[in-house]
């Protein structure tokens, strides 16, 4: 029942578009990915252009919609590490309905629910926001999309190990 379980790293296609499948990855590679197969999901993108809207519904009042709907994304990801994490086991356990899911990766369809609100819920907060919040939600982007570019300006020497020959050229 932890088959397609996403492994933490493959988190980082959350916030940026990325197809890790589509590369040519040696054996290995795909098997410990993936676990030799193809991803159920072929992508958990949910877009680091929506992270200014989340940031603004989480820090804008009233707040307890916004912080539910935020718990529930982050159990939904917490739940979709399946056998990478610990929360699907005891959920498992709590919950013998959440059985039949049975592929951990599905709960990343629930995440993608909360992060579209919690976006929705900061456009219908922001002409009332104020601007230490509207500075906050920028910062919080651009560190991220800082961050996502020195991840992606350091790819080719950190996946050049992960990437196999194509026998066909």
């Keep these: 029942?932890?088959?397609w379980s996403v492994r933490p790293v493959l988190l980082l296609q959350a916030l940026a578009p990325l197809f890790p499948h589509d590369l040519p990855l040696g054996?290995?590679?795909r098997s410990l990915l993936f676990d030799g197969r193809e991803p159920l999901l072929a992508s958990l993108y949910l877009g680091v252009a929506a992270l200014p809207l989340v940031v603004v519904a989480v820090l804008s009042r009233p707040r307890r919609l916004a912080v539910v709907l935020a718990s529930l994304g982050l159990d939904a990801v917490l739940l979709a590490l399946g056998r990478h994490g610990i929360a699907?086991?005891?959920a498992a356990d709590a919950l013998p309905g959440l059985e039949i899911l049975r592929y951990p990766v599905k709960t990343m369809v629930l995440a993608a629910l909360a992060w579209a609100l919690l976006a929705g819920r900061g456009v219908d907060a922001w002409p009332g926001v104020p601007r230490g919040v509207l500075l906050a939600g920028s910062a919080a982007t651009a560190g991220v999309a800082g961050g996502l570019f020195a991840l992606w300006s350091q790819a080719p020497a950190m996946a050049s190990r992960w990437l196999g020959a194509?026998?066909?050229?």
């Design 1 to 3: 029942r932890d088959f």
């Design 166 to 169: 194509d026998p066909g050229g």
């Design 27 to 29: 054996p290995a590679a």
């Design 88 to 90: 699907f086991f005891w």
